[in-house]
């Protein structure tokens, strides 16, 4: 096992022993609390993601511990994953302690994103459970003296299913190791039978967040630490000339750390770091390599291609489209937006000469400790990244940065180091979104039908290798030069009947900021604009949004998440747009949109009512409605929160959102300049779920997200008659195009 | 060092600091240990770092140390306890009104603040109250929800 630099306060109070747990029954999750021997004594247990031991641990006193990668952002997972466990073990839920992302004790199955928090990771401890519940029955089948098939799990112990005395789960396996692979045709649980799953359990996290006494990353301190703030150049490239110490010769305790362009400073107290940060006086080179963020549309279409990608290829919609009643085309861009995190990236690192741990809110520990590992030299098996939870990061925002940035002064001062971004750090130095450019083309028949349909993307190709860290291009260390933003190029094909259809994507070999995953990466734009020219070839054959779709789809799951999502709005079937849209200043109108998200997954169907002011371009969306089929829902409520969120969210994302950058820096760098949205904008959200007990799970945090921008323009293309194919929707824009209109 | 004495919670705290101007958010989280105030934007921007200064909200990222001394400052922790929350809290805490919970200090401070002066405010007025406060989550629903019981009871 890895020599552990340094065990945490943070192990002492909550990681899991496995031998001394306390917890409290009714109301207060377990929560394990480690022998006071001053080292956790889980570290060392398995970590193999193919042991059930790697994943439970069963305690002596009857509550239970569960390990895994995949971490809750806030997304409700820490409740779920326990409600799924808990259904096959008969397990009560409060006795379940939750350890998360922790590269000493969870095994590595994959970090968390791509919605795969439950679909993979519920589903792998739930299978894990499964093969604990055969072991645990034919342990109790010895000490009762019945066959296993005559016994259950009820209320966390093993009993004859028809009653009588039974024997507690940890007095049949506390404190020892099952040593047991899992097993993938362990049965599961009947569905029919469930008690825990598809409850909606409160969050154990709650209460701590709504009272100040969950312990954020952001909150958590280390013996000795000292505070960091690193100083970023005022262009991208620009290198580090002087640097003038006796600046902040006036601010107490304050320490200069500069390696190449990398310059920071460390101090005992906060405030003197971010004071020493602000005022230090530092002299950089020019530097204006970055293009103009003006007219992306333009950029992406001239930018270098590093290949052509076909990716679905059907019929001849060359050879069909002249035969076409009609032909329609248009374009669609999405910019580059960030994941404007609300609490700026922190990470505190604590570097010693036998090995280094990290502090961090990413959303994959195991693949930060590879990258830093191998950026910073320091063998893997002696870096240990343990999760907290930050502010929600919708994927990779500073995350990664910013524990570079705390590792490296670490390393170089030799104290623990925290550091927290600045808000402009956040804003300004967080990987991006990828900006998106769609052209669509279609042909449809004289019943209006769509008979050919072409999509040609521009997207940023993904080079393999990881993204370069800021610190270490700052600093001078040889680094990969990877880019991906995740899979950006599904849901580019319209999801219905389409005899000739061809989707074609020009892979572009750069685009001028670093990117990385940002919630449904690439389908919020590809959904928006495949959905919104769904709209415009219904309007153009003079058939209603919804007719239009339903007569294109088969599968039954489909066809009821749009009738549900319509049936709530009270939709009126007539063509778009509205033709008594008007009332004074302001013009009302609703459309629709529906996704299987990834052609594979979720099944979302949305609907929104939105009021256009005229006179300001100003537009107001005032009820969503959504119908969502994931499958077997775990937890309705944190189901809800998810889709909640991702329509509020998007909305924000179409209505308001872009990176703006001038030649050399990103200069949108605080919620003013890169503005989100507001209370007074929030619409009325109605959500139902459409629940498949039998059916696997599928996950919840992107798919909702997909049809919002679509449904939207449709909206206000049926309000006003006017056509946004350019996100975002600002005021100033919408006003733009209603006056020319 | 100067020093600074203010009620904090109900208790009457005095702490030293370097600098007048440091704003009270550090003085809190770091000094006094009490992380229910965030640091999201240090600009006044977000209202994550929001407390109650003499029962009305301000923005403690902004707010030198100096200007509270002698006054009442009320933090998240001094409202309540998750055995014990104040009405607010616990309608956060029903409506389940957080996601990553990283604006949820600055949301149920601005309702304690908003409350203290509109004990029964409607929908739009808790839509305008919180105007000025930021959520990514995208948790805008459930939090209008939790304040709207409050607002009705
Ligand atoms: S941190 Fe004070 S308003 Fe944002
Ligand atoms: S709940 Fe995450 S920012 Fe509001």
Sequence with gaps: MATIASIS????????????????????????????????????????????????????????TIYTSKVDVGTGLRIAVRQMAAEELGMPVERIAFVEGDTALTPDHGGTGGSTGIPRGGVEIRQAAATARQALLELASNRLGRPASELTL???????????????????????????????????????????????????????????????????????????????????????????????????????????????????????????????????????????????????????????????????????????????????????????????????????????TVWSASQGSHGLRSVLARTFGIPQEKLRVIYMDGAGSYGTNGTDDVAADALLISKTVGRPVRVQWMRADEHGWDPKGPPQLLDLRAGIDFEGRILAWETQMWLPVAVPGTRPLVAADAAGITQPRGQNAGQISQNADPPYAAANLRVVTHWLKEVPLRLSNLRAPGKIANVFAVESFTDEIASAAGVDALAFRVRGLSDPRALDVLKRAAEMIGWQARPSPNPQSVEGNRLAGRGLAYVRYKQAENYVAMAMEVAVDRATGEVRVERVTCAHDCGLVINPDSLRNQIEGNILQTLSRALHEEVKFDRSQVTSVDWASYPILRFPEAPKVEVALLDHPSLPPLGAGEASAAPVAAALANAIFDATGVRLRTVPFIAERVKAMLTRA | MANYSFQLNGRAVTVDSWDPAQPLLYVLRNTLGLHGPKFGCGLAQCGACTVLLDGKAVRSCVTPVRQVARHAVTTLEGLGTPEKPDPIQAAFIAEQAAQCGYCTNGMVMATKSLLNQTPHPTLDQVKQGLAGNLCRCGTHTRILSAVMRVAKA
């Design chain 1, 154 to 356: 009820v209320n966390g112990e093993a009993r004859p299913t028809a009653g009588g005395p039974g024997v507690g789960i940890g007095a049949l396996i506390g404190g020892r190791r099952l040593s047991l692979a899992v097993d993938r045709q362990a049965p599961l649980r009947d569905p029919r039978s469930y008690a825990v799953v598809g409850k909606p359990l409160p969050r154990p996290d709650v209460p701590g967040k709504c009272t100040g006494q969950h312990v954020y990353l952001q909150d958590f301190s280390v013996a000795g630490m000292l505070h960091g703030r690193v100083i970023r150049p005022p262009a991208l490239g620009a290198s580090l000339q002087s640097v003038d110490e006796s600046s902040i010769r006036a601010i107490p305790d304050v320490r200069v750390v500069r390696i190449g362009n990398f310059l920071a400073v460390v101090a005992p107290d906060e405030w003197a770091a971010v004071r020493a940060a602000r005022e230090l006086k530092a002299t950089w080179s020019e530097w204006q390599g970055l293009p103009r963020s003006n007219d992306m549309e333009r950029q992406l279409r001239a930018a270098a291609i590093a290949r052509e990608e076909t990716l679905v290829d059907r019929g001849d919609p060359a050879r069909a489209m002249p035969s076409a009643a009609k032909q329609l085309s248009a374009t669609y861009c999405w910019p580059f937006q960030s994941h404007g995190s609300l609490g700026p990236s922190c990470a505190i690192a604590d570097v010693r000469a036998d090995g280094a």
């Design chain 1, 9 to 64: 306060r943070r192990d002492l109070l909550q990681k899991g022993s496995g031998l001394i747990v306390s917890f409290a029954l009714g109301g207060a999750f377990a929560r394990p609390v480690a022998a006071q021997t001053g080292v956790a004594a889980d570290v060392g247990k398995p970590l193999d993601p193919r042991q059930v031991d790697s994943f439970l641990m069963f305690h002596s006193d009857g509550s239970m």
